[in-house]
């Protein structure tokens, strides 16, 4: 039982998410808070999703909405709300700090486990929340308006952008959506060329069985889509759709695609195809902004598509346990350094 002085959490069944997210109309859901997500993270080892919660006041009144998992991983468990909570209004200070203070009462003991820290998401900063020390995340992203007309979105690409995909499309290079056999296909096709993506730009990439389960476990939501020159594949993309958004998710190209410029003929169609879908926007999810510069290599590459740059609500931990955050944070920052 909470205290008065904090919010009260509820979970809730798929079909009252459903009515709470009608009821943050015109807000955008993003497909990461939806129960949906949570059947591709519950298929990934180590991930136990825990559902979707309604954080309301003292007097009823829906405060937040949101959907975590459960990441079990070797010394230590953590929860992560991706891309939320989602706020009924644009909280302030005193409102982050009480919800802070609601989750830590409501899941310091989950599903057996003590987590070490939440990873959320604020458009506002309190005192108990901080920058995370590990994984990339983004502050800032690209996002294309696909309500404007084709001659538009055209009009917003950069000089150079718009150079690349008439040059691409002069080329012999066919684009087209995966599916069928989506999983032999990545395997076989486009594993191998994100790994040489990888190594090329210096991130790291997530076992081949994350892109499989996400192809797999959504499949009304994410699609693949693959450039082939000359009968082979040297670039691709999955994207997701939720809720008239569509997101650049993953991707990569081969060295052959940078001379081909593929990835733009790639790209430029996926944004046709998503517009004709009924998408009202296409997000490159990510750049290096203010706070995070680990997107530093993909940026220029994505800013070619739009200037049209959007601040996102920076992604922060809470502590639940201070004192093992603290090690593990500077066991992970010692470990970076050494790297280097």
Request: some cysteine; charged content about 25%.
């Amino acid at each position: 039982i909470l205290m008065p002085e904090n919010f009260t959490i509820t979970k809730i069944s798929d079909a009252e998410f459903a009515s709470c997210a009608a009821a943050l109309s015109p807000l955008k859901i993003p497909l990461e808070q939806t129960p949906l997500w949570g059947t591709f993270d519950a298929a990934n080892r180590g991930r136990i999703f825990l559902g979707s919660y309604r954080i309301d006041a003292a007097d009823g009144r829906l405060v937040a909405l949101g959907s975590a998992t459960l990441y079990k991983q070797k010394g230590r468990n953590w929860i992560w709300f991706k891309h939320g909570p989602l706020f009924a209004s644009v909280p302030n200070t005193e409102v982050i700090q009480k919800m802070c203070a609601s989750f830590k009462q409501y899941f310091s003991h989950t599903e057996g486990s003590s987590p070490v820290f939440i990873r959320l998401s604020s458009p506002t900063h309190a005192k108990p929340l901080r920058l995370p020390y590990e994984h990339t995340m983004y502050d800032e992203t690209v996002i294309v308006d696909l309500e404007k007309s084709e001659a538009d979105i055209l009009a917003g690409m950069s000089q150079s952008g718009r150079r690349s995909l008439r040059s691409a499309l002069k080329r012999d290079i066919t684009i087209e959506e995966v599916t069928k056999v989506k999983a032999s296909v990545f395997e076989s096709e486009c594993y191998p060329i994100l790994k040489e993506t990888g190594s090329r730009d210096g991130f790291g990439i997530h076992p081949l069985s994350l892109y499989i389960a996400l192809l797999n476990e959504l499949p009304k939501n994410a699609r693949l889509y693959i450039a082939k020159v000359a009968g082979k594949t040297e670039a691709w993309a999955i994207t997701t759709e939720y809720d008239e958004q569509a997101v650049y998710y993953y991707g990569g190209s081969s060295h052959t695609a940078r001379t081909t410029d593929a990835a733009y003929k790639l790209h430029w169609e996926i944004m046709k195809e998503m517009k004709a879908r009924g998408n009202t926007t296409y997000d490159f999810m990510g750049i290096a902004g203010k706070h995070f510069k680990g997107l530093e290599n993909v940026t220029q590459f994505k800013l070619k598509f739009s200037k049209n740059i959007v601040r996102v609500p920076i992604t922060y931990d809470l502590p639940l346990q201070q004192l093992k955050y603290i090690l593990l944070s500077t066991a992970v920052k010692t470990k970076r350094y050494l790297q280097f």
